[in-house]
């Protein structure tokens, strides 16, 4: 018998779960936070062209709302960070992207880089991971996370002169 968790029926019937779980993305047996990071890309898209503010206000409100999906889903499952939860992803990659030019390359980079910091946890993310709980901490490691791969992504951008 496997330890990891089971993937409730309520994230098909709860919109908050619904969301925590990326649209359903973090539902797959494997790699859970890689299915929803890629996720994360279509809805980048749509906002690939905003203002520099108006998406860095999009980050703000979608790290406020993150803490409160994961709170909640992570409080009613009784499963901290439930690898199913992938809003954090979500917001994570995007942080990555912010100021990113347009085109794949960028992408496929930010997604690649994002995924590197998140699995592996650099210090400080991988002491965040352990010791800070809730909505706050599931959120927290991603966005450590997010900030470690935009810096990468700008400086590698910069050196490609792209």
């Not at 990326?22 to 203002?51: E, H, R």
């Not at 690898?83 to 917001?91: A, K, R, S, T």
């Not at 100021?99 to 210090?123: C, E, Q, S, T």
Request: overall charge negative; glycine content about 10%; proline content about 6%.
């Amino acid at each position: 018998m496997s330890n990891k968790p089971v993937v409730p029926d309520s994230v098909w019937r709860n919109p908050i779960h619904f969301l925590a779980f990326g649209c359903g993305s973090g539902t797959v047996d494997k790699a859970p936070g890689t299915f929803g990071t890629l996720a994360a890309i279509p809805l980048y898209l749509l906002m690939q062209n905003w203002s520099d503010s108006n998406y860095f206000m999009m980050l703000l409100v979608a790290t406020v709302i993150g803490v409160f999906l994961c709170d909640r889903t992570s409080k009613d499952l009784g499963v901290h960070d439930h690898p199913g939860i992938v809003w954090d992803e979500f917001v994570g990659f995007w942080i990555t992207m912010w100021m990113a030019p347009a085109g794949w390359f960028p992408i496929i980079l930010g997604f690649v880089l994002f995924r590197v910091f998140d699995i592996l946890k650099p210090w400080p993310i991988s002491w965040v991971d352990r010791h800070v709980h809730g909505g706050f901490g599931i959120m927290l490691d991603d966005i450590l996370a997010g900030v470690m791969a935009f810096l990468a992504l700008q400086g590698l951008l910069s050196l490609f002169g792209i």
